[in-house]
């Protein structure tokens, strides 16, 4: 049971679900002190201290990251762990400069003695640390550092969440090639195929279309987005089946396939319309405008910048509403009808 625990508890981590890690957890330690086992109890309460630290909470986690200390006899041998913990810690308390010399004195110890999996995790650590120093390149090279070990370790779920993060990392400094980030996302493309857990996969496969619409790649782009969306559908929280809905509506109109755009926007629109998300029904209709104006069917042009005008004005996103005005008078000037036109563009201004 407490094994079962423990990887529904790392599960939950990888797809962001803090609380649910904590709750697996928690769980676990109790279990344990119902063993004959120290050690087993320590690394209980390790991940339950390290779940606090990551989910916002790191004093919390220091008391049971203490809990996960090893007594003097047993401290020789664990000094790396040690540090690891102290390093996690400081990183939660925004402390970053002195969570990552601990992180890098866990660098320093691990040498061939210990596992790959080990080095991994610290190399992740540093990373989310040159984050949060607002350094994403050596955040980037600290991830793919860590997904060479994690494949190493054969842990194909984890190096491919690195890979994502070194590809978003890479794509925030600036300071790599297009080239470099495509091959980084190729990578974490092939492995996502190996991955069972279809929440993680589906995730993955979400993150690369991001990237590979950044990089403006979008026929790559739209195939992860469909890929996510086959893995997501079905599932009781259909708000990353909305977003995913409008990010293949729009990658196809960057692709000028706007006839198959026209179906995405408004899947996207009446979904975003039955969860509340207002602005995001706005971006849909607005992106659905665009598209009919393209095919030349200016009517329901106008139509739809009616439609996300008012859904702007409902959210209260003043940029949305004047982007719609502008769409509604270009519209208006196609459909031969001037003095509308010229009322729509002079309450853009």
């Known amino acids: 049971a407490i094994e079962g625990l423990t990887r529904a508890g790392h599960r939950a981590l990888a797809l962001g679900a803090g609380r649910e890690a904590v709750g697996c957890f928690r769980k676990a330690l109790l279990l344990s002190r119902d063993t004959a086992s120290p050690q087993l109890h320590q690394a209980c309460a390790f991940n339950l201290g390290a779940a606090y630290v990551e989910t916002g909470k790191p004093k919390k986690g220091l008391e049971f990251l203490l809990q996960s200390q090893p007594s003097e006899a ?13 390093g996690a810690a400081h990183e939660g308390l925004q402390d970053f400069p002195e969570a990552l010399e601990r ?4 660098a320093g110890q691990a040498g061939a003695a210990v596992q790959a999996g080990g080095r991994a995790g610290t190399c992740v650590q540093m990373g989310c640390c040159y984050l949060g120093m607002r350094e994403p390149a050596r955040a980037a090279r600290c991830f793919l550092a860590a997904a060479q070990a994690f494949a190493v370790a054969e842990s194909p ?44 996969r589906g995730k993955l496969y979400n993150d690369i279309g991001l990237g590979y619409s950044q990089l403006h790649i979008f026929s790559l782009a739209a195939e992860s987005f ?8 079905g599932q009781p929280e259909r708000r990353q089946e909305a977003a995913l809905l409008q990010n293949l509506g729009a990658a196809h109109n960057a692709l000028r396939s706007f006839g198959s755009a026209l179906g995405w926007h408004r899947r996207a629109a009446a979904l975003h319309g039955a969860l509340g998300n207002r602005r995001a029904q706005g971006q849909c209709f607005g992106n659905l405008a665009y598209a009919c104006s393209q095919l030349g069917n200016h009517g ?4 739809s910048y009616l439609h996300a005008l008012q859904a702007f004005r409902d959210s209260g996103d003043l940029q949305g509403q004047w982007q719609a005005c502008e769409g509604l008078g270009a519209a208006c000037l196609h459909l031969g009808d001037p003095q509308k036109a ?3 563009y002079q309450e853009a201004l």
């Open 74 to 86: 047993e401290r020789r041998g664990h000094l790396g762990s040690l540090y690891f913990s102290v």
């Open 103 to 106: 992180f890098e004195k866990v």
């Open 157 to 200: 779920e984890a190096a491919a969440v690195a890979l994502s993060r070194a590809s978003g990392s890479m794509l925030q400094s600036r300071r790599f090639q297009a080239a470099e980030i495509a091959r980084v996302l190729a990578q974490c493309r092939s492995l996502c195929e190996t991955i069972p857990d279809p929440a993680l």
């Open 226 to 233: 469909e890929r996510a969306l086959g893995l997501c559908r």
């Open 300 to 303: 329901a042009a106008a139509e």
């Open 342 to 344: 010229i009322g729509h």
